[in-house]
Nanobody, 121 residues
Framework: QVQLVESGGGLVQAGGSLRLSCAAS????????MGWYRQAPGKQRELVAT???????NYADSVKGRFTISKDNAKNTLYLQMNSLKPEDTAVYYC???????????????WGQGTQVTVSS
């Protein structure tokens, strides 16, 4: 069994910062890709940022220069440092991971429950 547990969400003023964490636990052989997604009310879920096992990162244009995705391999933990937050960043943020669980080279997708980020003006 694999679980992704998110933390760090909350309410902040515009221009403030938050750091989200996502800890993966359970039967994990390896993690290929981890990423953050978000969904605002009335909108589709969108990709925020991803990071590969080798450390390569990608960001949505809307967050480039403000958000930083990183990971701690020893802790199987993903982070999203969010700076210069804007009201339009308000959304539920979800952690996603492509995880190999055993000897068979098969990756399965796992999702966290989501954490609310609210940015007030």
């Amino acid at each position: 069994q694999v679980q992704l547990v998110e933390s760090g969400g909350g309410l902040v003023q515009a221009g403030g910062s938050l750091r989200l964490s996502c800890a993966a636990s359970g039967s994990i052989f390896s993690i290929n890709v981890m990423g953050w997604y978000r969904q605002a009310p009335g909108k589709q879920r969108e990709l925020v940022a991803t990071i590969t096992s080798g450390g390569s990162t990608n960001y949505a244009d809307s967050v480039k220069g403000r958000f930083t995705i990183s990971k701690d391999n020893a802790k199987n933990t993903l982070y999203l440092q969010m700076n210069s937050l804007k009201p339009e960043d308000t959304a539920v943020y979800y952690c996603n991971a492509q995880i190999r669980r055993g000897w068979v080279p098969r990756n399965d997708a796992y999702w966290g429950q989501g954490t609310q980020v609210t940015v007030s003006s």
